[in-house]
């Protein structure tokens, strides 16, 4: 069986590609480099289509938000926010930093401006600032978001702003040495807002806002990793996150809304005390173990509040599943839309594919000659993203060639019934064909990027 190739090489940069990401449901795919230039590509003709200069350092991340602005976070400690309308490319440049010689480049509007701390190449994680329908930051369309980005003193802690208001309204504090915030994540389950780190000591935590006292309470944290945590991303409904570091682990873990809680402990005088208020001759006995965490999540303990908030309570230490892969120093790990499959760039030079459930790999893409230091995946709304069904995961490469041939079949089908019994134009075809393709892409060292249609 021969080795994948890339459908496409998209050459552009002249130094090595630290981000990327799809924006305006796939239409464009916009990257960013070491010198601090973002690409915006368009997929239909593969070719730059706006270029301009966000920061006099190396770009660490770029998000959409909506469907017209783009969020870059350089290393000169600043976060940016631009307008990016269709309509804006026509006063950009085209030409790549790779064919032209002039130091400048029109910039677009830049919206607002923050102020962080780059010191430990900690990348920026956002969300909607409130919990809705749109789940994600690039359907998001209201006028606010949240921000995640290391505290500016202490490197451990954690720094939540309010965009546009760029007023910082929560810090979390791990509250003991685990080193340098190394990855993020921030989102809403249930109504709550969850902050998951990956520190330089390896270890991996959730940290949830409480809804009565406003604090943060670490519910999860499990030292997974040997080495610095590189990268983390979670599933779109906070159901686990899945992280990797400088050692050769890829690690899956819960994302619990509570503390473990359990009986064992209580001085006497508080039992008593509360035995008394419960009118009750015991405690009501806590489940455990997976029961336990399964009752936290469904909120079948809220009714006993009162008498839960004194037992002793302690973040959940295990992860779901571990597997040593022997390649170490996989980042910019990124799962995709659906949730069955997830990337990894390699310092390798090498992508790989696993199954979300099983942790199985699926694919490694070789094409790069030097270390890969980016990789996304587009997302694509399809029937099996929705809520119900967005669980569903595969194991085997076996299952992921029956998904491939099922969305191929679909894929067929819903563009017959677009275009009906006329012919879509050379632009048409290729234009529907770069949104609805489950594109991965991967940047490296070399400034190039390569495009991958695997499944």
């Known amino acids: 069986m021969s080795e994948p190739t890339p459908v496409n090489v998209l050459r552009g940069h002249k130094s090595q590609i630290h981000a990327a990401t799809f924006v305006r449901g796939n239409d464009r795919l916009a990257t960013g480099d070491a010198d601090g230039y973002v690409i915006l590509w368009d997929l239909a003709i593969m070719r730059p289509k706006a270029v301009w200069r966000a920061h006099e350092n190396a770009i660490l991340a770029i998000r959409a938000w909506g469907s017209d602005k783009i969020i870059t976070h350089g290393r000169d400690h ?3 926010v631009w307008q990016l309308r269709a309509e804006d490319e026509e006063v950009l440049a085209s030409t790549a930093p790779l064919e032209r010689t002039a130091d400048t480049f029109p910039q677009p509007w830049m919206l607002h401006v923050l102020d962080v701390n780059t ?7 956002a969300c909607p600032s409130s919990p809705g329908a749109n789940a994600t930051l690039a359907e998001d369309t209201s006028d ?25 309204i929560h810090t ?25 780190a990956g520190f330089e000591n390896g270890m991996c935590s959730v940290f949830v806002l409480s809804e009565n006292t406003h604090e943060w309470v670490t519910t999860y944290c499990s030292t997974a990793h040997s080495q610095p ?3 983390l991303d979670s599933d779109v409904r906070g159901e686990y996150f899945i992280s990797s570091a400088a050692d050769a682990l890829i690690v899956k873990h819960p994302v619990p809304i509570a503390p473990q809680t359990t009986t064992p402990g209580i001085a006497p005088s508080i039992k008593q005390a509360l035995t008394s208020y419960a009118g009750a001759s015991s405690l009501p006995k806590a489940p455990t173990g997976i029961g336990a965490l399964f009752a936290a999540e469904q909120g079948t303990t809220k009714g006993g509040n009162d008498v839960a908030a004194q037992l002793n309570a302690k973040p959940w230490q295990d992860p779901i599943k571990s597997l040593n892969t022997k390649h170490s120093g996989q980042q910019s790990l990124t799962l995709r839309s659906d949730g069955r499959v997830f990337a990894t760039a390699g310092w390798d030079s090498k992508i790989r594919v696993y199954a979300t459930k099983s942790l199985n790999e699926l694919a490694v893409l070789k094409w790069h000659p030097v270390g890969v230091y980016a990789a996304a995946f587009a997302g694509i709304k399809t029937e099996s993203t929705d809520a119900s069904s967005s669980t569903v995961e595969v194991n085997s490469t076996q299952e992921m060639q029956a998904i491939q041939q099922n969305n191929s079949g679909a894929l067929t089908s819903k563009l017959a019934g677009a275009v009906g019994t006329q012919a879509m134009t050379v632009k048409g075809r290729r234009l529907h064909h770069a949104k609805h393709t489950h594109w991965l892409v991967a940047g490296a060292k070399d400034g190039k990027l390569s495009l991958w249609d695997i499944y």
């Open 229 to 231: 945590v590189l990268s």
């Open 172 to 196: 979390v504090k791990p509250g003991e040495k685990h080193g340098m915030a190394m990855t993020l994540a921030i989102l809403h389950k249930q109504n709550h807002l969850i902050v998951i």
């Open 119 to 125: 010191m430990n190449f900690c990348a920026f994680a």
């Open 78 to 80: 600043r976060l940016a």
């Open 144 to 168: 606010s978001i949240l921000i995640a980005v290391p505290n500016t003193l202490l490197a451990e802690s954690i720094d939540i702003s309010e965009l546009p208001s760029q007023k910082r």
